[in-house]
């Protein structure tokens, strides 16, 4: 119950991880992306060379020191320290993994051993019901982007753990 309380609480995870822009160019919402933008070149500062929308682009640009930084070519690389050194994917995978736990604690410990009594079983029901929320939750994202099946797969998986509990409960 715990778990599914803070699964519950956590259905405004799915906004803190932004739409991708080529979904929004691919499923026609140019002026979502076109929005983006402006708002980046606004936000820039003037030396990056960003135009705004509708401005002319530069023939040429002069630039006073390497365009590419040792901090840039870091960042291009990327590591698994970049999850937990940068902000935005700090919180994300903060994000995941107490999700993760929560399933995963959900699954192995409260339920599961309670609805069949050999392990193995258990553990295939458990990965079947991954299996198929995983592709459910694939095939969503491509149709309708990321955030609304995230946020009614966390909504459908604790009320599904709500209802188990008050079955086996015989409340």
């Not at 992306?33 to 960003?50: A, E, F, I, M, Y």
């Not at 002069?62 to 919180?91: F, H, N, P, W």
């Amino acid at each position: 119950c715990l778990g599914t309380l803070v699964s519950t609480l956590t259905l405004c995870y799915p906004w803190l991880i932004p739409e991708s822009r080529r979904w929004h160019v691919n499923s026609h919402r140019v002026s979502r992306v076109n929005k983006l933008l402006q708002l980046c070149s606004t936000k820039q500062t003037p030396s990056l060379g960003l135009n705004k929308i509708g401005s002319p682009a530069p023939t040429s640009i002069i630039y006073d020191k390497s365009v590419i930084t040792e901090s840039s070519l870091r960042a291009q690389k990327g590591s698994i320290s970049c999850l937990v050194m940068e902000k935005q994917l700090r919180t994300i995978t903060l994000c995941l993994f107490a999700l993760w736990f929560i399933s995963t604690a959900c699954y192995r410990s409260t339920f599961f051993p309670t609805i069949l009594p050999h392990p193995t079983m258990n553990y295939v029901l458990m990965n079947a019901i991954e299996f198929f929320s995983f592709i459910l939750a694939l095939i969503l994202s491509y149709k309708i982007g990321r955030r609304p099946p995230l946020a009614v797969l966390i909504l459908v998986s604790g009320l599904s753990s709500i209802s188990l509990a008050i079955t086996l409960l015989g409340i």
